[in-house]
Nanobody, 114 residues
Framework: QVQLVESGGGSVQAGGSLRLSCAASGTIFGTNAVAWHRQAPGKQRELVAILASGGATNYADSVKGRFTISRDNAKNTVYLQMNSLKPEDTAVYYC????????WGQGTQVTVSS
C-alpha cells in the first residue's frame, strides 16, 4: 500500500522558514515526478512546486526565489524548503507523486503570522 506522509508544518512568524518533508512507503520516489500543492481556506488547491522526472523544477510565481523543492532518494523523501514566509503562504500543504498514478499525502498545516 502506497502512502505519502508529510511532516514539518507548524506556525511561524512572517520572514521565518520551515522545511516540509514527504516520506513515501510502499513505493519509491525514484526519478518520478513529485510536487507540492497547497490549499488555503476558501481557495482552490494550487500547485506550489514540481520536480519533474528529468530533474527540472518549476514554481508558482508567488513562491519563486523563496521555496525550493528537492528529493533525497536514499531517504525516499521529498522536501520543500520555505524561506521568507509570508502570511499569504498560510495553507495546508500536500505532497503528490506520479508513480503510475497520482498519490497524495494527507497534508500538513502551515500558518504564518504577521
Amino acid at each position: 500500500q502506497v502512502q505519502l506522509v508529510e511532516s514539518g508544518g507548524g506556525s511561524v512568524q512572517a520572514g521565518g522558514s520551515l522545511r516540509l518533508s514527504c516520506a513515501a512507503s510502499g513505493t519509491i520516489f525514484g526519478t518520478n515526478a513529485v510536487a507540492w500543492h497547497r490549499q488555503a481556506p476558501g481557495k482552490q488547491r494550487e500547485l506550489v512546486a514540481i520536480l519533474a522526472s528529468g530533474g527540472a523544477t518549476n514554481y508558482a510565481d508567488s513562491v519563486k526565489g523563496r521555496f525550493t523543492i528537492s528529493r533525497d532518494n536514499a531517504k525516499n523523501t521529498v522536501y520543500l524548503q520555505m524561506n521568507s514566509l509570508k502570511p499569504e503562504d498560510t495553507a495546508v500543504y500536500y505532497c503528490a507523486a506520479f508513480i503510475g498514478r497520482f498519490y497524495w499525502g494527507q497534508g500538513t498545516q502551515v500558518t504564518v503570522s504577521s
